[in-house]
């Protein structure tokens, strides 16, 4: 019996050395787990590494560049003069071209220009109030204390009661009315006013300021469009408009017709119901024939070099308008 216990404890115990063997695993080293742990450290360095930030940064750079060359461009194009232009005649053919004078060749200031509007505009402003005793002139007084109501100025007549001449009342006085001693006047310096209209004159030299303001015309004509002086000549509308339509600037014309529409607000009852654009500025050395033959057009009109304005070259304050001007009275501009 002692035999066969010893054998069966023999045999039981290389199975357990077996099982200690299966669940002894070998550990990783700390030489592995530095390895991996610096693979991953080096992975996230080189993500943010002074090298991939300098990129970033340099593309946002070239960005911001390339943008402001962009715009650059873009400001570089509203700033372009011609400087020699074509001579029309009626028939709207071509036959020599000229040098603008001086005066067009000014720097273009439109912030010069709006002021200069803003105050022409202001000195046309007519002084306005109320009369100074209206919703004074009744017969009240007050009802005191002790009824219930409000101790406002009421009507005297029997049986009526309704408040008068208080601000917070139905049909009072106002309480604070424009007044006729307000200056509406502005002052602006004598050479401050003559950069502005030599500042608004160059900028009808500029095709892309003219774009921009919004009138039309034929790619060909250049800008400003200078005629013969034969066009002081027309005296019926019919051959003014022919002229126009071979001049390549009708179009402006027809802008201005189709954008004839009703004013907002109050004034529309006040006798200016409707509204129309500014078309062509006719420039002309005597305007006795030009005023009954072009000022029928919609939203043209028509001056001569001595009674131009900064308001005729920029309505308001947006330089850029469309003129056409006759030999005639370019001869007196190279005075200027």
Known sequence: MAKDTKKQTEAKA?????????VSTPKPSKSSTSKTSKASTSKTSKANSPKTTAKTTASSKTKKISKSVQAKDAKAKTHVKYTKVNVYNIKGESSKQIK???????????????????????NRRQPYGPNPRSGMSHASSTWGKGRGSARVQ?????????????????????????????????????????????????????????????????????????????????KTTLAAMKT??????SQDIIRAKDGRHIRAGRGKMRGRRYRKPRSILLVVSKSENAMKSFSNLPGMEITTPARINVEMLAPGGVAGRLTVISTNALKEMEKW
């Open 100 to 122: 603008l004078p001086d005066a067009f060749t000014a720097e273009f200031r439109p912030d010069i220009i709006k002021r200069a509007v803003k105050a022409s505009r202001a």
């Open 244 to 249: 126009l339509e071979n001049l390549g600037v």
């Open 154 to 234: 009421r009507m005297t007549q029997v049986g009526s009661g309704f408040a008068v001449e208080s601000p917070n009342n139905v049909g009072g006085r106002r309480a604070h009315p424009p007044k006729v001693e307000k200056i509406w006047a502005q002052k602006v310096n004598r050479k401050e006013l003559l950069k502005a209209r030599m500042s608004a004159l160059a900028a009808t030299a500029d095709p892309n300021v003219v774009i921009a303001r919004g009138h039309k015309f034929e790619e060909k004509t250049t800008i400003p469009v200078i005629v013969d002086s034969e066009i002081e000549k027309l």
């Open 14 to 22: 290389p199975a357990k050395t077996q099982k200690k063997e299966k």
